[in-house]
């Protein structure tokens, strides 16, 4: 139980820290630490890679999703090869990539199992506890239903 506490907040940390440094469509470590910014939003944090039909299939309605209920929900992807720098700056205009892709895997930092399979999404709730993970291409109306907005 001791260690489920521990990683939430790790968790919290990391995504209030990401909430503060996303102003652009990729986004490193950041700085900071607001609790306030991540509170009433839902995280998710979606593994893809180029090389994954599924995930690039997924993309638009992880646009959709992360527009349509901006305010609500923060959508970061994370590159499951590591590409960095201006190489996943190209792949995220390439791909119409909308929402904020991390440089960093946050996977280690979350005490979380990397992902075996693609896509794959992290689902963490308003109170930053990991609500679901998601294996396989999702659609708008799945993250709806999983997060309960509308």
Known sequence: MKIIKTARRSLLAFVCILLLACDSQTA???????LPEL????VLINYWA?????CLQEIPELNAFARD???KVRVFGVN???????????????FD???T???????SSLELSRPEVLPATFVIDPEGRIAQRLIGPQTREDLE???ALK
């Open 28 to 34: 490193g470590k950041g700085a900071g630490l607001n």
């Open 39 to 42: 509170k009433g939003q839902w």
């Open 145 to 147: 239903r999983v997060t």
């Open 80 to 94: 499951f090869d590591g590409v960095e720098g201006e190489a996943l700056k190209a792949l995220v205009q390439k």
């Open 101 to 107: 892709v991390l440089e960093t895997d946050p996977a």
């Open 97 to 99: 990539i909308q929402f």
């Open 69 to 71: 209920q901006a305010g």
């Open 50 to 54: 180029e090389w994954c039909k599924p």
